[in-house]
């Protein structure tokens, strides 16, 4: 109930003059401290602590997927697919248990003003789901700015609060393809890895374009058109292009590419409706602030710094509007990005995205955009955690049981012959 600010905890927050509301008084709040403190003692603990949660229930979930999975695709593959989406839903429990404990943050959304308006000025309330109801009944595409690996996180939880945390679709590096555990359980979940080589890149988006297509379920495809977070290095490449091409220099993200956002739309073009358009701010962080220099993930977890709030702005865009050429796509995509840029600016003067006529023009006068502010963690975490604990061990001693038998079969087997 008291949040008490001081001189010092409001210069060290002058990004985020949002009034507080009671209920979010974080231990990072009253004496807020940045990345750049040494590691203590109880850091490093904290940060045990949450690898063995973490990496431990990662390594239940892979488990399943590798006594289960290779047996169901040889009956079906439809239910190994349907298999592996509950897989993804358990390492969602997995993501929402460690934030929930480790990182308690609260998810604020705002809807861009097409997506209906709130009844009372200034309220934070209502609710999202709405907004997202054709995402969860025929899939989506979702772009977003990319600020830290914690990006991909939060919008796995948007995603559970839709339900559809089983259908995330995810793209990454390929190096990440064989590192184990984390690795190999993705392959199962069929995320996309690349290579940084467009045309093979281009056939790795088709044919996991061509699998969504032919799958009757609500895929949700995340990307990241920046490529990678925001750091120094990349924003001197994206300076160096914009300076070249004349292109519009950003200041809080980097120059989308365009090519793979345009080969998956395409493909995706009469089944999905919409595009999402996120674009993600982390309370606390200042303008000119290297995003990931402060809430990195030892940060977060380890070091207990992590933003009260992360702010998502969601905005939608009707895939049929959207141009299909490689020159219309790509300016359409630059200009989605000069609006995220400049959106991005108002997030840190406000502390929070515009959201009434006072602090947009465009948004009008009697009908401000609705917000929604909720704990970025699940309804009922207990029962949910012990609910995955059932269904691994339900799999995982039968499991065990037949393994041994088959082994000790074997072993008698070659027993006999020799
Ligand atoms: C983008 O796609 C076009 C057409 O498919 C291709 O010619 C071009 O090399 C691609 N650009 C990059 C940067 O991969």
Redesign the pocket.
């Known amino acids: 109930m008291t949040s008490v600010h001081t001189a010092a905890t409001a210069a060290a927050t002058a990004g985020s003059a949002a009034p507080r509301k009671d209920s979010d008084t974080t231990p990072s709040e009253s004496a807020r401290r940045r990345n750049s403190s040494p590691m203590t003692m109880v850091d490093y603990l904290r940060l045990a602590a949450f690898i063995m949660f973490f990496v431990g229930h990662s390594i239940m979930v892979n488990l399943c997927q590798l006594a289960v999975s290779p047996w169901l695709i040889l009956v079906s593959k439809r239910v190994n697919r349907k298999f592996n989406q509950q897989a993804e839903r358990w390492f969602c429990t997995v993501l929402l248990a460690a934030t929930s404990i480790w990182a308690p943050t609260r998810l604020v959304l705002t809807g861009d003003r097409e997506l209906g308006s709130s009844s009372a000025a200034g309220d934070i309330g209502g609710d999202e789901s709405s907004w997202f109801a054709p995402a969860v009944e025929h899939g989506c595409m979702l772009i977003s700015n990319h600020q830290t690996y914690f990006d991909w996180i939060i919008i796995w939880i948007l995603s559970y609060l839709q339900k559809c945390d089983g259908y995330i679709k995810i793209i990454l590096k390929g190096e990440l393809k064989n590192v184990p555990v984390f690795g190999w359980g993705m392959q199962f979940l069929d995320f996309m890895f690349l290579k940084r080589k467009?045309a093979d890149?281009?056939r790795t988006f088709e044919t996991h374009m061509q699998r969504i297509i032919d799958h009757d379920d609500p895929a949700w495809l995340l990307i990241f058109p920046e490529g990678t977070v925001v750091c120094k290095k990349r924003i001197a490449i994206s300076d160096a292009y914009a300076a070249k091409t004349g292109l519009r220099r950003p200041e809080h993200t980097l120059l989308p590419?365009?090519?793979g956002s345009?080969?998956c739309l395409n493909k995706l073009r009469g089944r999905i409706p919409y595009i999402y358009d996120l674009t993600v701010g982390y309370e606390g962080l200042r303008k000119g602030d290297i995003p990931e220099d402060e809430y990195g993930l030892v940060s977060m977890y380890g070091k207990s710094i992590y933003p009260s709030e992360v702010h998502i702005h969601v905005k939608r865009y009707a895939v049929a509007d959207i141009p299909a050429d490689?020159e219309g796509f790509s300016a359409w995509m630059q200009n989605v990005f000069v609006e995220k840029d400049i959106r991005m600016g108002r997030f840190y003067e406000l502390g929070h995205f515009p959201h009434d006529h006072e602090e947009d023009p465009a948004i009008p006068v009697d009908s401000p955009v609705l917000r929604v502010a909720k704990p970025a963690r699940a309804g009922n975490l207990p029962a949910e955690l012990i609910s995955m604990w059932i269904q691994f061990l339900a799999i995982i001693i039968p499991a065990r049981y037949v393994l041994s038998h088959v082994l000790s079969g074997v072993w008698h087997a070659l027993s006999g012959i020799l």
Request: hydrophobic share 20%; no cysteine; aromatic share 12%.
């Open positions: 467009w890149d281009q590419r365009t090519n345009r080969v490689e």
